[in-house]
């Protein structure tokens, strides 16, 4: 390559490796060999080398996940095998059925070996793999022609761009299921109802509203990952002869395969495999609505052929559906730790995947005037996992025809009585009673004493009612000084279990910085925020001193979050709460803060880009920017030092201007940036 050194040349090459092998380990094997921390410096490295020298920049970079610009549109993709769906099965006399059917065909006595694997309950792709670089990504569409999906596609990080050995075909497609796993799916409907924008439905709308992004950028954004499960053409990949087999060999590619996936032998072997992953549905990380059995031997597979659109070697064992219907009997309003008034249906007991539901959240007055539910309605309730139950959507055809009243926002805390406010643009209304409010209060210290908390155990949610209104429990502190004869004066509360609860609250006080800060119950610091300031500050003494830009430094803290921190952090009430756990002896060992504040050439500047840039992405300029030890933030304020205006720049360049923030032409930045 011209003008550039050997060296850095080679560097580059071997970062971009040893990416691939780290993302691989990480997807594919689960087995990461290094912290994200030392991951990410990697990636730093290779970013500043390409910036340096944007000739060496090559599509596959695993810098280039966003690769290209937004796209018009979708482009037919044609598939070269056809994309089948799956024959359902929903009883295990169907099951047996079908495994008869499969023995005659064969004329084989049996047992049959099959391949068991969880359905992903997403949006079917197939991706091309040419020379071990990804060519092309597409949906199912009608089995025969789909959409190109490639840019969004590239930018799923557990899809590889680049392939791991040497010995796959020279070309060949691979088959599997987009999906987005639950903690993504709630973060990100949560950060959509804060900006009250739209919120989906379920997981499988969500990965597929994604995938069907036109901007990559965005697509970027979406927690989305995958699992594949199968080839398109088993006859491409040479002296294979069975199904869990070419699984195996597309891990060792760099597949991400689900580790769920393994032989069963017969329909008995089947029916066992679907009640054992049945048990695991609820803990899995993703929604799954059955299990897929296939015949594993590619052989039989051949013989057994197709009917219509489904081939005859495999089947679909569906569990309950997750959703399930039922009539609301009023509309409640809870009041949360932080004082947010959630509106919720108390319904008329369901069993929803195996689990009775009686309350199903609406999240906020805004969902519940879109889904416009009321007393007396007929509606679809759905849970997933972990997931709270929500309410779906209401038949509104089944709504009772006597007048229904619409549910109001109350003016006043229902459990306190104080104002609520809802601030303009919010979509949260809010009890403005705080640590006088008995909700709020109960809601702190339930969170204080949670098991990723304080795991207090043995305080559970009755027993703290009783302190609250008691009085004999405030704040989380408060725990610290409670006796044994105070205790043994509760219900249900013995000698046993009030010396049990005085060890584990005793047991509690030698804990760590990460616990302490997410039990504090600052707004928005989840667990692992909690464990990313703990990392980069080593002690809540220098989380205290740090200023909101100092926050930022912190992966995952934008300025929202860092505003919330330095506002709990102030306020005198906390500051005692905090000064009094350390004196009733609750203590959390410091570490090393891990990274010097950043003192590039940039620090202490921020920035905002808007509009397009032409030499570089905004996720270079970011990059770039944050190399240097600047900050980059997405909207402007008091504390931007610079706006960076592209091609056709949005509103905030009009904001900048108004709030007399110095503009940077795209030529002036790179000049700061130190040219090219
Ligand atoms: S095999 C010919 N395996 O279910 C075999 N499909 O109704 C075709 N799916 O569109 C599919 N998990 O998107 C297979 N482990 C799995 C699957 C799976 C989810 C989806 C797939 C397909 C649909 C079939």
Redesign the pocket.
Known sequence: MSGIPDKVAERAAALREEIDQHNYRYHALSEPKISDREYDELFRELTELEAAHPELVVPQSPTQRVGSAPVAGFAPAEHEAP????DNGFSDEEIGDFDRRVRERLDEAGPISYAA????DGV?IALQYVDGELVRAAT?GDGRIGENVTHSARTIDSVPLCLQGSDYPQRFEV?G?VFMPHDGFEAFNERARAAGEKVFANPRNAAAGSLRQLNPEVAATRPLDIFI??LARPADVEGLSGHLESLKRLREWGFKINPLARLASGAEGCLAYYREIGELRDELSYDIDGV?Y?VDRFAWQRELGQVSRA?RW?I?HKYPAQEQVTTVEAVEWQVGRTGALTPVARLKPVLVGGVMVSNATLHNIDELSRKDVRAGDTVYVRRAGDVIPEVVRVALDRRPPKRTRIPRLPSTCPACGSDVERIEGEAVARCTGGLDCPAQRKEALRHFVSRLAMDIEGLGTKLIDQLVEAKLVETPADIYRLSGEQLLGLERMGEKSVKNLLQSIEKSKQTTLPRLLYALGIREVGEATAASLSEQFGSLEAVQRADEAALQAAPDIGPIVAGHIRAFLRQPRNLSVISRLKEYGVNWPSSEPLTEPAKGKLAGSTFVLTGTLSGMTRNEAKSRIQSMGGKVSSSISGKTSYVVVGDSPGSKAEKARKLGVTELSEDELVEMLGGT
């Open positions: 994309m089948l769906s799956l694997e969880p359905k992903l079917a199912r088959r299921e499960y199968g897929v296939k081939p495999a679909a």
